[in-house]
């Protein structure tokens, strides 16, 4: 039986999210029960697949997400409802029709005609008793509404004479047709599908709005326009320097009557035939279209805009982030870190293997003191004096310059071994200022403190970037552009997924990366390495139990993604929950065998019969995963390290050469290609055509964040320092692809032939992404 919760999953919610991720209602009322209880998504993924049929991490964080959706739904249902009853307008079709209702937007237009508002122009006029004129009027047009509204004249009311009675008695028609939840939802449809944005730039600014200039005379179907564009035209809203509109065709040719005034008058039985009241009817319906209706549906369909742009950005980034945070780490070696930079030298770092601080220098190899010999032997005495093997170069300003240098190294003492290799030090600035470097080095100068970050990135990426806001790491396309509570929402999500699928050393962690572990807070990530501080190394997972406020529901929560790589116990580093202990036992007694010697025989492992095993506590699912665990116990889910190999003499955007092949690093990834360091800082855009030989709607089914590709140049336009590439390496050059606007009709697409075409989707894609 499931455990009664304080918002308990009903079975009308269950049954609409297991429609929406494709599993069966009872899944969805048992993972809500478990994430009621605390239960994080990793360890339900994990450890409670019995329990939930064997939902994945995609489809827990979709569910959690409609979950808290349409439990607010719910709320809210009911709070209409008790609105609505208090006001005693509450009709049995009214109450059906709410309880109907599948979305908050049809919620909210049934609400709309009893939703408490300010006293309104329509209101005042009822009060003044012009309610039955304007009922009169729509009942029967026969009727002439100057003679009619000579019998409601109210002076002391504010309608002294015909004209202001007839304005009172048409803002109530206005008001009435405007909220019509029927009527309105099927205007929202034709806008939807109809719709166009526009976009004009706001007169006197067209010089500020030079980077607008692709929006300048711009038209696109409202349901058409993909999030990047949708975004870079609020930005330039925002800034004050475009004007947006949603329009549809009839409102720009005159000639063609408004479908929108005309489903209003249809709705209400109004036809011009000539009678008394139909011109003012049709004159009532245009101003609730114009006044009313139109204004509202603009907001709301704009704001529904703004919000699936925003959605499938965040959705990008958080896609980015999770590749970079998987990123192949270097591995346990001794790296010396180095933050390149000119006129202030390069600053230095070395760090032991589990990434210690050993030493810092500063170097200053470039202009303007071009000490090159001195930054060789002062980089050669602390490789061979901490037995360095790996060199770690930040890409920002003068990385290339000091890549060189790094290879003068490696040329000059080939006994050291050593392999340089360039990463990006995207956030490793926020990190050095933060608040957690100063606890962590309190007494090492800020800018020492980069080159450290950049040394322990190439070690192990995960361990390193969890130590910085997300949203600093810069992979998004208009981050700041978004719901930053949405946005750092799902972004804490895609980090707390990807360090408990890797795991954690819980002798060796930050407290930052135990933060992230499944039901840790940062109090308790703190109580455990102050405690692994005071006690010494954790030598097994009971232990953990000593550090205070580390309760039962805790260790439970947390104990499977915690490593204890000394222990005696190798099950202790292995991804096998404490819980479960017992059926490895099991497992042992039945093929006669000690744990040490069970583990990673493959053969052994691979002829036993799942089903043997399970009980009441232990279903299929975690027989299985614990026999694949204990194959390759504690592996890692992160690809095999490599990095790319910089073409030399290839430093800088005026070194490029159209038709040049290149290998570089995918640093980023939006819906319209992606970006690709190439080792010139700059990086250049692989447009999605450019992709593969094949059609590609989504970028990312191609190359993520921190792949290794070769590409082919394709443009260079130095001015604006815009590199155009291709993956299609087998291909003659082609021009680079244009960003046409997309034509919805034959109408709208003659009104767009007099207007310039666009630049290349190069530069503007390159403008959107990288302001």
């Not at 719709?195 to 730039?201: C, L, Q, R």
């Not at 010089?207 to 200039?213: H, L, M, R, T």
């Not at 993520?704 to 590409?711: R, S, T």
Request: neutral net charge; glycine residues 6%.
């Amino acid at each position: 039986m499931l455990p009664q919760t304080e918002h308990p999953a009903t079975n009308k919610i269950a049954e609409k999210i297991a429609t929406e991720i494709n599993c069966r209602p009872q899944q969805v009322l048992a993972t809500a029960a478990l994430l009621d209880e605390g239960a994080t998504v990793p360890f339900i993924a994990r450890y409670r697949k019995e329990v939930t049929g064997g939902l994945d991490d995609i489809q827990l964080r979709l569910l959690d997400e409609r979950l808290v959706y349409l439990r607010e739904m719910e709320e809210r249902r009911r709070t209409i409802l008790a609105s609505i009853e208090e006001q005693g307008k509450l009709t049995p079709a009214l109450a059906t029709a709410i309880h109907s209702a599948e979305t908050k937007q049809r919620l909210e237009d049934l609400y709309l005609p009893y939703k408490p508002k300010r006293r309104s122009k329509a209101q005042i006029a009822r009060e003044a008793g012009l309610a039955p004129l304007a009922a009169a009027l729509l009942a029967d047009p026969m009727r002439s509404p100057e003679a009619e509204a000579v019998r409601y004249l109210n002076a002391e009311a504010g309608f002294a004479n015909v004209r202001s009675v007839l304005d009172g008695a048409r803002q109530i028609l206005m008001e009435q047709f405007s909220e019509d939840a029927g009527l309105l939802g099927a205007l929202r449809n034709h806008l939807e599908t109809h719709g166009f944005v526009k976009s004009t730039v706001v007169a006197g600014k067209e010089s500020e709005a030079a980077k607008y200039q692709d929006y300048a005379a711009y038209m696109e179907a409202i349901q058409a326009i993909p999030s990047h564009r949708a975004l870079a035209l609020f930005r330039g809203r925002n800034e004050g320097m475009l004007q947006l509109a949603l329009v549809l065709e009839s409102e720009l040719d005159q000639r063609v009557p408004n479908p929108c005034e005309e489903r209003i008058a249809r709705h209400f039985g109004i036809v011009d035939q000539g009678r008394p009241a139909d011109k003012w009817l049709a004159e009532t319906v245009r101003w609730s279209w114009r006044i009313k209706a139109s204004p509202h549906l603009e907001l709301e369909l704009m704001n529904a805009l703004r919000e699936r742009a925003e959605a499938e950005a965040i959705r990008v980034f958080a896609a980015n982030l999770h590749d970079l945070l998987l990123a192949a780490p270097a591995g346990k070696h001794a790296t010396l870190g180095l933050d390149p930079g000119l006129r202030s030298g390069v600053k230095v770092a070395v760090v032991d293997a589990t990434g210690k601080l050993l030493e810092t220098a500063t170097i200053y190899p470039h202009e303007p003191r071009r000490d090159w010999d001195s930054a060789l032997h002062t980089l050669a005495v602390l490789a061979r004096r901490h037995q360095v093997r790996l060199i770690s170069i930040g890409n920002g300003t003068a990385s290339r310059e000091t890549d060189r240098l790094a290879a003068d190294l490696i040329r000059q003492h080939p006994e050291l071994h050593l392999v340089k290799v360039v990463v990006s030090e995207a956030g490793a600035s926020v990190y050095s200022a933060s608040e957690y470097a100063s606890r962590e080095f309190p007494e090492l100068d800020v800018s020492l403190r980069g080159a450290v970050s950049i040394a322990r990135r190439l070690q192990d990426p995960l361990a390193e970037l969890v130590k910085i806001d997300p949203k600093s790491i810069g992979v998004g396309q208009y981050q700041h552009d978004v719901s930053q509570t949405r946005l750092a929402r799902a972004l804490n999500a895609v980090v707390e997924d990807c360090v408990n699928a890797v795991g954690v050393d819980v002798n060796t962690a930050s407290a930052s990366l135990l933060t992230r572990v499944s039901g840790l807070s940062p109090t308790l990530a703190a109580n455990i390495v102050a405690h692994r501080d005071q006690h010494g190394a954790f030598p097994n997972r009971q232990a953990l139990r000593a550090v205070p406020r580390l309760g039962d529901k805790t260790f439970e929560l947390a104990a499977g993604f915690l490593r204890i790589n000394e222990s005696d116990n190798p099950l202790d580093r292995s991804a096998v929950h404490p819980e479960a202990y017992p059926l490895v036992e099991r497992i042992l007694a039945k093929v006669r065998k000690g744990i040490g010697e069970v583990i990673g025989d493959s053969q052994l492992l691979r002829a036993l019969l799942p089903e043997q095993f399970i009980d009441q506590k232990f279903g299929l699912p975690t027989v299985r995963d614990i026999l694949r665990e204990l194959e390759k116990p504690g592996r890692d889910p992160r690809p095999e390290f490599r990095t790319a190999n910089f073409r030399e003499g290839v430093e800088s955007v005026k070194d490029l050469q159209v038709g040049m092949i290149l290998e570089g690093v995918v640093t980023n990834v939006a819906n319209f290609g992606a970006f690709v360091d190439i080792g010139v800082h700059q990086d250049g855009l692989v447009h999605v055509s450019a992709i593969a030989d094949r059609f590609v709607k989504d970028p990312r089914s191609v190359v993520k964040a921190g792949d290794v590709v070769k590409v082919k140049v394709l443009e260079v336009d130095l001015p604006r320092q815009r590199i155009a590439l291709s993956m299609r390496l087998a291909d003659d050059l082609p021009n680079a692809p244009k960003m046409a606007r997309i034509p919805v009709s034959a109408r709208a697409q003659e009104r767009q032939r007099s207007q310039p075409e666009p630049t290349g989707a190069m530069a503007s894609a390159f403008a959107r992404l990288k302001r």
